[in-house]
């Protein structure tokens, strides 16, 4: 992922592929449908963070974590079901506070984990603390409205 798209292996060939925030693709190589992105993609930079929030066409959900903290390793599985269930719904990203504390600092990011829906390039809402996956795709439903 950097701040133009996210680099989807392509499941048939192997080929990478550059594939812009938001959107389904095939493989430049051999046609294949590649995958939504459902992974956790762990945002590299302020400025893929931006790039992502305002070009993607689907409501972006953040995960803000760092790896001292022990809520946000039980939020990680429980989050990755909620992925695997709604890709092409929303994206779903993990910024890691002490790895880019800009962003944290910018969002006034007082406790981990907090999870924030980005629509249209603004915040929409944003929860703090750990919870299962159910609660979690329920606040991104409200959220985001899909
Ligand atoms: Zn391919």
Known sequence: ?????????????????????????????????????NEQIEVPSAAAFDALVKDSKLPVVVDFWAPWCGPCRMVAP?????????????????VNTEALPELGDRYGIRSIPTMAVFSGGKEVARTSGARPAAPIAEFVRQAAGR
Do not use: W
């Open 1 to 37: 992922m950097d701040d133009r798209g996210v680099i989807l292996t392509c499941p048939t060939c192997g080929q990478r592929n550059r594939v812009p925030y938001g959107r389904s693709a095939k493989c430049g190589h051999c046609g294949s449908a590649l995958p939504a992105t």
């Open 78 to 94: 429980e989050l990755a079901k909620v992925a695997a269930a709604n890709a092409g719904r929303y994206a779903i990203v993990k």
